[in-house]
């Protein structure tokens, strides 16, 4: 049976950087935790009070091929560089990806992690992790991230959760999967159909074009 590729984007608004995956992650774990309090009563016990919930913490295993990957094409990679202070879009390059999810697992960066319409959530890197192997060069990579909560925020319930947004930061490109077309990608990231389909030279506004990168600039609403 075939399996769904998910359209899967981590993006650094701060720092201008964006890391297109190349591949499904082998796993996705998504944990939904809450806490609690403990309380010792004179003749009764321990007993446990439900608290707040907890940020949710998202864990990657497995989603980095190597360079000569047939997948590194339906990728991309955007950074910013000091040298030229220009940004840069290119293809996946396993070592540009190394560099940039150690740099966000060593800083307070907050990144956005997009997985098609499942997930939309701004999170921390709290840990970015390598396996060395005997006998053999692969180095499977697991990223965990950590749903970032904004203690400036207002809440609006009464149980003091922080709202969870729904609005997305639109990347410089998308990358098209099996079930976008113009009309879809513009819906989703509130663009200017007309504009995005003139920009990218796509004249069936209906025609999917999987693999293709779709340029956003120029069409925000």
């Known amino acids: 049976m075939a399996t769904k590729r998910l359209n899967i984007m981590l993006y650094a608004e701060s720092l201008g950087e964006q890391i297109v995956f190349p591949i499904n992650p082998k796993s996705i774990e998504i944990k939904y935790e809450k806490s609690f309090n403990n309380y010792e009563i004179i003749g009764f016990g321990e007993v446990n009070i439900m608290a707040h919930q907890k940020p949710l913490r998202i864990t990657l295993s497995h989603f980095l091929p190597e360079n000569n990957s047939i997948f590194e094409t339906y990728s991309g990679i955007m950074y910013f560089t000091n040298e030229s202070s220009i940004y840069i879009e290119d293809d996946f390059s396993l070592e540009k990806a190394v560099t940039i999810l150690k740099k966000w697992a060593q800083s307070q960066v907050i990144v956005r992690l997009v997985i098609d319409d499942e997930l939309n959530l701004e999170c ?62 513009a819906d989703k990231y509130d663009l200017n159909y007309k504009v995005l389909a003139e920009n990218n030279n796509i004249k069936d506004l209906n025609a999917n074009i999987e693999g293709t990168k779709l340029s956003t600039q120029g069409a925000k609403n």
């Open 124 to 185: 921390m890197v709290a840990a970015f992790s390598q396996t060395i192997r005997e006998s053999t060069s692969s180095k499977p990579y697991t990223l965990e991230l950590l749903e970032y909560r904004n203690p400036t925020y207002k809440t609006i319930s009464n149980n003091g959760l922080i709202a969870r947004t729904s609005s997305i930061n639109i990347p410089s490109f998308i990358l098209m999967t099996s079930k976008d077309s113009v009309y879809s990608i």
